[in-house]
């Protein structure tokens, strides 16, 4: 199914001629999940802490884009679903760079990522772009080194029943 630089898809969430769905070349993926408990300082006492249990998920993607079309694909799951599969594009810097200045964060065309398993089961994420660079190397230069940093707005949900147990914690 997915290659294994290839685990890493994302769909603009749209449908027929307006559907973007990528796989994307990733050199790694940084998994983030930031709170901030609340420190409150009592004169001659020990501080008290206060932990509302606030989390902030973020993930940031090391990709690798071509500079020209490739024209490569592969076969991967439709989102929502691991057994109906779907065609994802490997995009060029054009194309990402249009993916992310066109594509907010939107209740009704969600951002979908999904994290692909050698076992043919996924993660799936829910996000928001906060941040994408790219940078051009003397010694690549038919790819870009790039990054994205998205913002994860739903707990993670695939197909593996792990996945689907939790029921605390942010939704």
């Not at 989390?55 to 929502?80: A, E, F, H, N």
């Not at 999904?114 to 038919?142: G, H």
């Amino acid at each position: 199914m997915a290659q294994q630089e290839l685990m890493c898809l994302i769909w603009n969430g749209q449908n027929g001629s307006s559907a973007r769905r990528y796989a994307l070349k990733t050199l790694s993926i940084a998994h983030q999940i930031g709170k901030s408990p609340i420190q409150i300082a009592i004169p001659s006492e020990n501080p008290r802490l206060l932990d509302l249990n606030m989390v902030r998920p973020t993930m940031t993607l090391s990709l690798l884009l071509d500079k020209t079309i490739t024209g490569q694909t592969i076969t991967g799951p439709s989102k929502g679903t691991g057994s109906n599969l779907t065609v994802y594009k490997v995009p060029t810097k054009q194309d990402i760079e249009t993916f992310v200045s066109d594509n907010p964060y939107d209740e009704s065309q969600k951002l979908t990522l999904m994290l692909v398993q050698e076992d043919n089961k996924y993660e799936q994420y829910e996000f928001a772009i906060q941040q994408f660079t790219m940078n051009l190397m003397p010694s690549k230069e038919d790819r870009y080194d790039s990054t994205m940093v998205i913002l994860v707005t739903k707990r993670r949900t695939g197909e593996s029943d792990d996945y689907n147990q939790a029921t605390t914690g942010w939704s």
